[in-house]
């Protein structure tokens, strides 16, 4: 039953993975692999983090061009970095506990999507209201974090700077575990619903005329987007942007919209895409390893592609 | 049977629906009639829970719309909306086979499957089976929404203007499937109709509606009287008699 497609994706993403942990292996191999292995494993647990959960969210809200990002989480917690530098200054914040302020992070970001969804699942509000909530939220909290960066000191400001970019260069072994496993957890839950995501895309009053209980689901996936957006942004940073991309070229290569092909495809495109783009910045292109960069070099191909795809359907 | 009991309904203090109860037997068909605005939509996405009920209640064979799953409600009752719009992109096959899921959830079994390669022979959409949903003209993505209704394969069945889009041979075409599928298997259709000859003709009941209140309930021949039609639709249309049936000269 596999797609054919897939298995190449599969490959592709096999071979950028082998690549990721072999290519340049030099001095302590043990040592080195180690390091590569958390950070592909980081880089794994965004990869499916962010392609699950655009998807999700493009089929809960029957959008195609909508990132969660619009639920403000990400600028929550942009907000909630350049806060903690503020009261903490630079050295306080680059003493805290990592692990607490994991917890903390998700915890707060989850507790945010609740608040949006809330209204959703009592009184039958309308998913574009709370859209717009949640772009009036992000827009809150960056205008905040915004006017705290202006008070910072420039030491300080940096901090802040690199705080809001994704970064796999400091991970914790154990954070690292504990939110692939979270992850894995809820693209398991994905990967379970795909064929009642099949009937939501269809819109909701087809899908409810399909028995689909659709308040239920409907605030069910969104809570899972924030699930999964929230671990991989406590993880390693705001990521969310990218998503858009690996979404759109998974359906331009599925030529479907069909969930249990949809979903493995995604993922198999932001694992090429991330991991691939990663080894191809380390190694081919000098050291330079931020994954700003890799996103916006890989956006530009996957927008290429996209082109290319387009013009011969 | 569905039971519609004191069923009110507003949007912002404007009143669409007036303390309708109804009663609709199972078998036949019954075809919902009125000018625009009457409510017909209304009342149907009610009975289908397409949205909450304000006050009143219903009941369809005993299950009050509201409490009951809504997957078991799918498998008794099923709609086609007056705006069918599909959000994803799906071939017609597809879509039909969507008409199986309240029965297996995603594992389309062979049974499931043949009936939607039955649903694409009765509609005549086998040409069009892979085809994109929003590459077909409105008649076609019609016939096929109304295939995917089908074979959902209800006891209930509520189409809220089936003939939209479609043309003169298709529309009598999906008037007579109607008829056999409802005289064979029992089935009930609450249809909405426009063209009032198409309900005198193929209808066992017509129920006619205007400003969210019944005006008129019986049988073709109680219902389309000249008095009757234009209560509901404001002008006066004679009426003949063909074949024991009523036909209204609506259009002169
Ligand atoms: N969501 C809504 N909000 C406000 N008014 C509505 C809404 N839906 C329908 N209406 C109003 O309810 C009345 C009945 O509409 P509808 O049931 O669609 O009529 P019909 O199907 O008989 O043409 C109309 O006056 C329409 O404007
Ligand atoms: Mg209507």
Redesign the pocket.
């Known amino acids: 039953m596999p797609d054919r497609r897939l298995i190449i994706l599969a490959a592709i993403a096999l071979a950028a993975v082998i690549a990721f942990m072999t290519v340049d292996l030099r001095g302590n191999v043990a040592f080195v692999l180690h390091l590569r292995g958390l950070k592909l494993l980081a880089l794994l647990q965004v990869a499916v983090a962010i392609a699950m959960s655009t998807v999700l969210f493009q089929t809960v809200t029957a959008n195609r061009i909508l990132t969660p990002s619009i639920m403000g989480l990400d600028a929550l917690y942009l907000f909630g970095q350049t806060a903690l530098v503020f009261t903490l200054g630079s050295l306080g914040y680059a003493s805290l506990d990592g692990g607490l302020k994991f917890a903390a992070e998700v915890l707060l970001m989850i507790a945010l999507a609740m608040g949006l969804l809330w209204p959703l699942l009592r009184t039958r509000m309308d998913m574009n209201l709370m859209l717009l909530m949640g772009v009036t939220l992000g827009l809150l909290f960056r205008s905040l974090s915004a006017l705290l960066s202006r008070l910072l000191d420039p030491n300080a400001f940096s901090v802040v700077q690199m705080a809001s970019f994704a970064n796999f260069n400091t991970l914790r072994a154990d954070l690292t575990i504990l939110g692939t496993i979270a992850t894995l957890g809820a693209a398991l839950l994905c990967w379970r619903a795909r064929h009642t995501l099949d009937i939501v895309g269809l819109g909701r009053e087809t899908a409810i005329g399909l028995g689909i209980h659709w308040t239920r689901t409907a605030t069910g996936m969104l809570l899972l987007v924030a699930i999964l957006v929230a671990v991989s942004t406590a993880l390693v940073g705001p990521v969310a942007f990218f998503g858009l991309l690996v979404a759109a070229l998974a359906e331009r290569l599925m030529q479907t919209q069909r969930h249990a092909l949809l979903l493995p495809a995604a993922a198999l495109v932001a694992i090429i895409v991330l991991v691939g783009g990663q080894t191809l910045l380390q190694h081919g292109l000098g050291g330079a390893s931020t994954l700003g960069v890799v996103i916006e070099f890989a956006g530009g191909l996957v927008f290429l592609a996209l082109l290319i795809l387009r013009s011969r359907t | 049977m569905i039971r519609i009991e004191n069923v009110s309904l507003s ?2 203090d ?1 009143p ?1 629906l007036h303390d309708i109860t109804l009663s609709l037997e199972k078998g036949g068909i019954t075809a919902l009639v ?10 149907l996405s009610l009975i289908a829970r397409l949205q909450p009920l304000q006050t009143g209640r219903i009941l369809v064979d005993g299950l009050p719309v509201g409490s009951t799953p809504s997957r078991l409600l799918a498998q008794r009752l099923a709609i086609l909306r ?1 705006d069918g719009a599909v959000a994803s992109r799906l071939t017609v096959r597809e879509l039909i086979g969507f008409g199986r899921f309240p029965h297996h959830q995603g594992r389309a079994g062979a049974a499931d499957i043949a009936l939607v390669e039955a649903a694409l022979e009765q509609f005549e959409l086998q040409a069009l089976a892979e085809r994109f949903i929003d590459t077909l003209s409105g008649g076609q993505r019609q016939r096929a929404l109304v295939a995917m209704t089908f074979c959902q394969g209800t006891d209930y069945m509520l189409l ?1 203007e089936p003939l939209n889009n479609l043309d003169m041979f298709h529309a009598r075409q999906l008037m007579r499937s109607l008829r056999s599928i409802v005289d064979e298997r029992q089935r009930t259709a609450i249809v ?1 109709l426009h063209d009032i000859n198409q309900a005198a003709a193929h209808a066992d009941r017509i129920v006619a ?1 205007r400003d ?1 209140k019944v005006i008129a309930d019986g049988t073709p021949n109680e219902v389309l009287t000249e008095d009757n039609l234009e209560l509901v639709f404001g002008y006066r249309m004679q009426i003949m008699q063909i074949a024991g049936r009523p036909l209204v000269l609506q259009h002169l």
């Open positions: 949007h912002r404007m669409i009125g000018p625009n605005g009457a409510g017909k939509s209304s009342l007056q809220d909405v509606l969210g």
